[in-house]
């Protein structure tokens, strides 16, 4: 008889359980979706040079002189 008074607790610490555990793996799938939506995202961040951006580079390094910087330059712009 003493062991029917322990009994009174186990519904709700069973509901507990079960809301703890469906707690537990909604954290686990969102963690899941956030790391692997930060992932693609880096992969994908590349930053892509223009035509203009390399031709401005270049002549920036002195890869190429005034005159052929014009002329690349209007024939980017022709394309356009």
């Known amino acids: 008889m003493m062991w029917d008074d322990c009994n ?3 519904g709700p610490m069973m509901i507990g359980g079960g809301l703890m555990m469906l707690l537990f793996w909604a954290l686990i799938i969102g963690l899941g979706i956030y790391l692997f939506k930060n992932i ?3 992969n994908n961040s590349k930053p892509s040079n223009s035509a203009v951006n390399i031709l401005n580079e ?3 390094r002195g890869e190429i002189n005034k005159e052929e910087y014009r002329e690349r330059l209007n024939a980017l712009s022709e394309q356009n």
């Open 40 to 42: 693609s995202k880096n």
């Open 58 to 60: 270049r002549f920036a």
């Open 8 to 10: 009174i607790m186990e």
